[in-house]
């Protein structure tokens, strides 16, 4: 009882400083809002500065760019960009591997041991782990070539793509990429996946 009533003293002692601090504000408070002005940090942009930002793009496809590029031109272009650090297969590395939608995803899988034995060194995909088919495409515009990222046009990203899920067998030698298209491409890692995207 007697510790509730010590308590309560503290809080209204509490109470009544905040109070005091508060009826002791200036009442000239409200100019400060202006003070990034005056630091002169920032700059405000407008929607075309705003749009080169904005690139995400959404597990349904929200987003992709006009355009379209197709397995041959892919396979190209990955030879010029990306071979030198994945792999002629995506799968020799010494950069991240890229291909093999072989089912080798976790420790639940019986065959591990073997497969093991089959790709010592990153072992997970792109291909086997990812869920959705259009982020390979966000995450390749944004990042791929290690050396030069953005450095692609959103055709020669499809056409990369398209290479990049050909090469996981998941899309057919005359394959064409385009915003219609690459959502519809089903990854296995989906099904594999704890909560698929809920939609917009
Ligand atoms: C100079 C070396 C280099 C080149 C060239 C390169 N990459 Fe990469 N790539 C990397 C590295 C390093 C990573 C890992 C980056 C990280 O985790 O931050 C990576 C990661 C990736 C990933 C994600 C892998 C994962 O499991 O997270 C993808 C997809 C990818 N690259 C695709 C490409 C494509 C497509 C090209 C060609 C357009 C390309 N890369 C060219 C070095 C390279």
């Known amino acids: ?5 010590s308590s309560r003293v503290r809080l209204s002692a509490g109470l009544l400083m905040g109070l005091a601090m508060a009826l002791a504000l200036p009442a000239t408070a409200p100019a400060q809002v202006a003070a990034p002005a005056i630091i002169g940090l920032g700059q405000p942009l407008d929607a075309a500065q705003i749009a080169s930002y904005a690139i995400t793009i959404f597990p349904d496809g929200r987003n ?4 379209q590029g197709s397995v041959v031109q892919g396979a190209a ?3 010029m960009h990306c071979l030198a650090c ?3 297969k995506g799968i020799e590395g010494p950069a991240a591997r ?11 899988d019986p065959l591990r041991v073997l497969r093991i034995k089959k790709y010592p060194l990153l072992v997970q995909s792109v291909g086997a782990r990812w869920p959705y088919a259009t982020t390979v495409f966000d ?5 791929m070539p290690y050396h030069a990222p953005k450095s692609l046009t959103d055709d020669e990203v499809y056409a990369v793509t398209a290479q990049l899920l050909h090469m996981n067998d998941l899309v057919a030698d005359g394959a064409v990429m385009n915003r219609s298209t690459l959502p519809r491409v089903v990854m296995p ?6 909560s698929a995207w809920p939609g917009p």
Request: net charge positive; no cysteine.
């Open 98 to 108: 890229l291909a093999g939608s072989d089912g080798f995803m976790g420790w639940t």
């Open 77 to 79: 272009l990955y030879q």
């Open 1 to 5: 009882m007697r510790k509730l009533q």
């Open 139 to 143: 995450y390749v515009r944004r990042a």
């Open 189 to 194: 890692a989906l099904a594999k996946t704890v």
């Open 86 to 88: 994945h792999g002629a």
């Open 64 to 67: 992709l760019p006009p355009g």
